[in-house]
Nanobody
């Protein structure tokens, strides 16, 4: 399983971005994977952002982004998205997607087996 996160960039405060996480690498059913988004800001620890369970049955968000970010998935395309609205400078970070075939709803990084390389999001004030 290989994951590719994309969609990052430079945006002004109050703006929006949609991150994408694409899965490839073999004959696995990505729809059955749990997918999580994490971020690591400059000088900060990696932190959980959002997660979706298999088939998008359930979602879970960090308190800091609830109501601001939305995670969704497109099963046919093997894609998971993170829509980020009302971005603020404190949202600046490298954003990573991760997946795990267990398929549940997880906020801990240790639950995820596969990781993408990260995409930079920079929010200017």
């Amino acid at each position: 399983v290989q994951l590719q996160a994309s969609g990052g960039g430079l945006v002004q405060a109050g703006g929006s971005l949609r991150l994408s996480c694409a899965a490839s690498g073999g004959s696995f059913n990505f729809n059955r994977h749990a997918v999580g988004w994490f971020r690591q800001g400059p000088g900060k620890e990696r932190e959980f952002v959002a997660a979706t369970s298999r088939f998008g049955t359930a979602t879970y968000y960090a308190a800091s982004v609830k109501g601001q970010f939305t995670v969704s998935r497109d099963g046919a395309k093997r894609m998971v998205y993170l829509q980020m609205n009302s971005l603020e400078p404190e949202d600046t970070a490298v954003y990573y997607c991760a997946s795990d075939p267990k398929g549940g709803l997880y906020s801990h990084a240790r639950e995820y087996e596969y990781w993408g390389q990260g995409t930079q999001v920079t929010v200017s004030s």
